[in-house]
Each structure stands twice: as structure tokens, then as C-alpha cells.
């Protein structure tokens, strides 16, 4: 178990303060704030990579120590991944992978090395050496690692923004095998709403004061009650409705409904469906709905709720 307890961090103001949670063996977080808030921070502190300015961490009973106290910084069973990627440039991408796998038995190194460069598709590439790797494929790179010390918590920063949808779902497969098989426990910060609502099982919203955490991520996601807060995990509809403000996604609607007086303005095919824009009859709010055929035609609709 990880345990904050009135965690600061202070640089010239103070980025957060009082944050207060724990997260056991086994879960499966996402961990969403503003820019700015302190996300990235906040996971150097959970692995000993940080100092905090106040409180304290503990991991398994133990107080954690952070780079002030601990001559070599950071815990194996504490994995953290972010834009840094700490690769060993001049070795080559399979001897990266290795220098990660020392505590296994020589059989077991060359199963999961090659497990990992064909997960993270850098077979072609695997005597390259990382300087001269792009930016994509450093970070798939970085995320090998991490999983080759098959920590018990595996803290995640921005983790695919360089990788494309299908690859970014088959490695989000893999680490949901992981925590079902190993109960490794998988950390994520993201900006990307499928990629938090495809992972966690609990979200912590961090805000400077604090935290609300213990959420189930489909009551974050479809009863957040600000249009700041909604729009954490992705678009957002905000319409006034009897003079209330209303928020609802924009699969939370029935056609058949009159609640809502719509004029059709354009339509947008992304691939696997359809993104439709609408103003509000009346005034000049905007309003976006995704079907599966074009919604020209549509005059009217009622609010549909997901989840109560």
C-alpha cells in the first residue's frame, strides 16, 4: 500500500498542499487536475524521486525516503514513466531492456525482453541506440523498462502521447493482463478521457487544496458537476435548460426527444463515428453529438442520462 499524509510541495507558492489518500496493491488509478495543479509532481514524490515540503509517504509500513536522504534515488518497486524516459542512450534498445531484467534467471531475461520489443513493436530496432531513436519509440522504450523491473506499482505520465490508437490499446491490454496476473498496481496521469476511462477503476481529482478520491471514473465522468471538472476527461456539452445550467456528453441524448430545440450546423466523420454540430435554437450556444450516420435532419432532442 501507498499512504500520503498531508503531502505538501512548495517552489515559490505552494503547488499543493494537505494531499491525503491511499492506494492499494492492485488498483488500477487515473489521476486528473488542471495543468498546473501538480499531477507530474505528485508522481516524483509517490516514488521517491522528490522531496516533499510537508507530510509524509509510506510504502508497505515504511516511511518513504526521497533524493535529500537516499544516496540513490527512487524504489525498484516503484517504476515511474514520464517525458524524462532516464534511457541509457549510447546502449542499444534490447541492452536497455536487459540492464532491467538482472534479478531474473538468465531463461526468463531473454523471455521477457523479447515479450517486451514485441509488445512494444521495437524488434526492427532493437540494436539501435536510444540517442538515435525518435521520440515515440524512446518513450515506448522508457515503458519497457519500467515493466521489465515488474514493480508492484507502476506510475504512468502521459505514457502513449507519441503512440497511435491501435498500438496504445494493445499496450493498455497488456497492462490490464499485468495487474489481472501479477496485481500490479498502474498509477496514470492523462489529459486523454478513453485512455483514464480504459485503465482506472478509481480516480483521484487533485485540485491545490487537496483531493477528492475514491471516485468511480463513469460517476466522474457523466455526473461531474462543473464544466471545468467535466472537460478533465473529455468534451462536454453546457446548455441552459429553464434557467439551469445543464451538462451532458455528447452520447447522452435521445433523438426522438423535445427537450432541446437544435439547429444543424456541420457534421465531422473521425472514423469510428460521427461527430455532429448543432446551435442552440435561440441564442447561440453550442452543442456536439456523435451517432454513427450524419444527424442532418435533426431538430430536437432530450437530454439521456448514462448514469444516475
Not at 538515435?132 to 508492484?152: D, F, H, V, Y
Request: charged share 30%.
Amino acid at each position: 500500500m501507498l499512504r500520503l499524509s498531508k503531502v505538501g510541495l512548495k517552489r515559490e507558492d505552494w503547488i499543493f498542499r494537505d494531499i491525503s489518500f491511499e492506494i492499494g496493491q492492485g488498483e488500477l488509478v487515473g489521476v486528473v487536475g488542471r495543468s498546473g495543479v501538480g499531477k507530474t509532481s505528485l508522481l516524483k514524490l509517490m516514488c521517491g524521486l522528490l522531496d516533499s515540503s510537508e507530510g509524509e509517504i509510506f510504502f508497505e509500513g515504511g516511511k518513504l525516503q526521497g533524493p535529500s536522504i537516499k544516496l540513490i534515488p527512487g524504489y525498484e518497486e516503484l517504476q515511474l514513466v514520464n517525458q524524462d524516459f532516464a534511457l541509457d542512450l549510447f546502449h542499444s534498445v534490447e541492452e536497455n531492456l536487459r540492464e532491467k531484467v538482472l534479478h531474473l534467471h538468465k531463461e526468463d531475461q531473454h523471455v521477457l525482453i523479447n515479450e517486451l520489443l514485441e509488445l512494444l513493436e521495437l524488434n526492427q530496432i532493437k540494436n539501435r541506440k536510444a540517442h538515435l531513436l525518435s521520440g515515440g519509440e524512446q518513450q515506448r522504450l522508457a515503458l519497457g523498462r519500467a515493466i521489465a523491473c515488474e514493480p508492484k506499482f507502476l506510475l504512468l505520465d502521459e505514457p502513449f502521447v507519441h503512440l497511435d490508437l491501435r498500438l496504445r490499446l494493445r499496450i493498455i491490454g497488456y497492462l490490464l493482463e499485468l495487474n489481472n496476473v501479477r496485481n500490479t498496481t498502474v498509477i496514470l496521469v492523462s489529459h486523454d478521457g478513453e485512455e483514464i476511462m480504459s485503465i482506472a477503476n478509481k480516480i483521484i481529482y487533485l485540485e491545490g487544496n487537496g483531493v477528492e478520491e475514491c471516485i468511480d471514473p463513469k460517476r466522474f465522468f457523466y455526473s461531474s458537476k462543473t464544466k471545468e471538472k467535466a472537460e478533465l476527461l473529455g468534451v462536454v456539452n453546457r446548455v441552459t435548460i429553464g434557467g439551469d445550467e445543464v451538462l451532458f456528453r455528447p452520447n447522452e441524448y435521445d433523438p426522438e426527444g423535445d427537450e432541446i430545440q437544435i439547429n444543424y450546423l456541420r457534421s465531422i466523420n473521425v472514423g469510428l463515428y460521427i461527430v455532429n454540430y448543432f446551435n442552440i435554437s435561440g441564442n447561440s450556444e453550442e452543442v456536439m453529438l456523435v451517432s454513427d450516420e450524419p444527424l442532418e435532419k435533426l431538430s430536437s432532442i432530450s437530454i439521456k442520462r448514462k448514469y444516475e
